[in-house]
């Protein structure tokens, strides 16, 4: 008998815990691939999920490339992409995709899921509780939330709402363009960072077309403010790269300049005594040349889901902390060598 009424209690327990992981108010800040992302693991873990997104549309043009992980984490969560290509990068399986579908990926997913999604602004934090003012419709209302995303990129207001600082170890100026290849003959190609005369460059081929990246010298942040297409054309020549000359006069072809790129990162993750969790970019950002950060954003969602889903708050904070430190190092390291000139000749 005494065994039986301990199972009871034990299972009445359960059900307690179970209701306050379900009733958890998990507000997001911040509507791209880390936002929505995040709200599916939240959403796995039984908590009730809000977004809120200041745009109201989605439309970046510029490619991502998403590891062999990443494609198995979009799976996992049941997300379509639209015109996704899964290419060959030696022998590893990696998908090429535009940021825009990507997020209309994930936005379509998180419609299925009935995931609340709302226009609007993030302006600040109530003092002393767990309410983020937000901007709706012109008129600026009070959430309540038990735990709070900043997802709301690298200029993060919630990040520095919450106090939490930010170390910048670079910053530098970037080009992306895209030239298209109407034959679709080339396989997949990824040159090396090049170092010219004031700035780095690098090419990837695939049967479509040639993403080219430049990245001016550390702390240079007027090189690439803008850049000319015959400027473009005399760089990518030097390289001796006489396709994408030839295309850039004939195709109609995709460019981007003065792209901010920052080295940075957060000096802690959470906030215990405000329930921040810092994840993506306004976590930590580095140099587009690798592609990591969409796929170092999709891993922090997962960190948060494991986050929620940990019943022992302390330690909860303690263990995410430890594994997003590990998680932006690597993005970091990944790219510091790009801040500093001295470590790779140049070609």
Known sequence: MKRFQILLFYCFLTLIFCEKIQSSEVLIIGGGPTGLATAIEAHKKGAHVTIIEKRASYSRPQFVFLLKS???????WNVALSHLQVLDF?????????????????????????????QGEFRALEKDKKEAIVAISGENISLPYDFLVA?????????????????CLGQAVGVWTFVPF???????????????????????????????????????????????????????AKCEWFLEVEKLETEPVIIADNVSILLQKAKTFSSSQKGVLVLGDAAATASFFHGMGVNTSLQTAVLAGDFFQNSDRQAA???????????????????????????????
């Not at 994930?106 to 299925?112: G, H, S, T, Y």
């Open 317 to 347: 904070y303690v263990d995410f902390n430890h594994k997003m430190e590990e998680v932006t190092d690597q993005l970091i390291n990944f790219s510091r060598f790009l801040f500093e000139e001295e470590h790779i000749d140049e070609e």
């Open 70 to 76: 990443s494609l198995d984490l979009l799976e996992s």
């Open 151 to 167: 997802a709301d990129g690298v200029h993060s207001k919630v990040r520095d709402f919450a106090g939490i600082e930010c170390e």
């Open 90 to 118: 030696g022998g590893e399986h990696m998908g090429l995709v535009r940021i825009k579908n990507l997020e209309k990926g994930l936005n379509a997913r998180i419609k299925e899921l009935r995931i609340k999604k709302i």
């Open 182 to 236: 109407k034959d679709h003959s080339r396989g997949v190609d990824v040159s090396p960072i090049l170092k010219k005369e004031d700035y780095f460059i690098r090419r990837i081929s695939v049967p479509t077309g040639s993403i080219i990246f430049l990245q001016s010298f550390t702390h240079d942040t007027e090189l690439f403010g803008h850049i000319s297409l015959e400027d473009l054309k005399e760089k990518v």
